[in-house]
């Protein structure tokens, strides 16, 4: 059976470069990334998956008043199993991120460009090659007319890249009907190059935004004004002791501790004779799971007062994102341990399990009480230019969601 699988998804080739040069040419950017949302690609996926015979495809669709058509749609087929009591779900987003400068990019970014295995477009890593993987399984079980022993579940999401609230976030809190508690979640969506991971657990995610207030004078005048950039450089060199307070480490992590960096920071004053009365600057912190990011603030807070004090200004402080880490999936779920064994018989490899320091929808998944897992082969090349992705690895990571639906 496997076998028969195996060979059909290796003739498929063709059917993933004409699926990836459709998609590509329907950029689905959200209305934070300057786009309309995803109701075109979505309507060409609906019809795409009736087309291949799921006999039902879902439309889910979140209210948003910032898209012209007032809703992000996301979609979700099931192709029914011997036990109608579980579903393998694959998950992916149909957003796609801007591409860019487009100098750096050697051709459009929306016209598909097929160089041997490898494609290239914005999009078709991130997040196409889960989507084509995924729907290249059901084309496959549709031809060959293979029941599997369980339900398959494909879920294709809106709004992965600024936040999911109108995505995953979304379908989870307002559809909970579609999962069961046997449910297996597999979210394509990141991974190694030879496929040597799989992600079960990610950080916290604190970005504050950190505005300081002084007073803005002559810079031959110090003594009339409270010069900010001062206040806001003694505020980013306390920050390192972070480190030491929330020290806790976990080797499934990497780096196996909790980060904290200033990052950016915006204009202040436009001429150099002037002290500036007004700063901004903002931090990227990555918190160990346990960790409450109230208690990172409450430390940042401190230090952050002992700098008014000193400097004579006044610091607020703005959630840019703010994302308590969920539950990890256990690394002996069902998900886990049967989709170890099924990247070993595709790629010959034992990939290990690794927390990470982003996020990804997998957390709205775990924070739900499911178990999810992420996994894909990918070379790490997406939001960049000339993003590419291998047919093969398309090829194989369909072999592995294939045989997770059989015992
Ligand atoms: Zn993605």
Redesign the pocket.
Known sequence: MLAAIDRHLESSAQAIIDLQRALVAIPALGPLNGGSGEKEKTEFLKDYLKKLGFPQVRELRAPDPAVPCGYRPSLAAVIPGKNAAKTFWVIS?TDIVPPGDLALWSGDPYTLRVDGDILIGRGVE??HQ?IVSSLMVARTLFDLRITPDMNYGVLLVAD??TGSKYGLDYVVKNHPELFGPDDLFLVP??GEPKSEMIEIAEKSMLWLKIVVEGRQCHASTPEAGNNTLLAAASLIVQIPKLHSMFDRRDPLFSPPYSTFQATKKDANVENINTIPGRDVFYLDCRVMPGYDLDEVLAAIKRFGAEVEAQCGVRIAYEFVQREQAAPPTPADSAIVTRLMERIRRVFGNAPKLQGIGGG?VAAYLRRAGHQAAVWATLMHN?HQPDERTSIACTIKDAKVMAAMLFD
């Open positions: 987003h991130d997040n889960g992965e890249e969506d990141f990804t997406a």
